[in-house]
């Protein structure tokens, strides 16, 4: 799966999924999807991740308590 990171617009090939949808985790693994080697994974923080389209990242996957009222 790719995202885009929101300051440089670059996209980010993720490694870890499962850490993607946990919303008690901040970051997740993945790596900058550029030029023709392989990237080194890094950590990311999901705040400044989002969709290629721009959209943001679903509220279950960014907030623990996204069902609290």
């Not at 993945?30 to 080697?37: A, D, K, N, P």
């Amino acid at each position: 799966m790719f995202l885009k990171q929101k300051s440089s617009g670059d996209l980010v090939e993720i490694v870890e999924i499962r850490e993607l949808a946990d919303p008690f985790k901040s970051g997740v693994t993945g790596r900058f999807h550029s030029g023709e080697e392989l990237q080194e994974t890094e950590l990311f923080n999901k705040k400044e991740l989002t969709f290629p389209s721009g959209e943001n990242l679903p509220r279950c996957w960014v907030d623990p308590h996204y069902r609290d009222s």
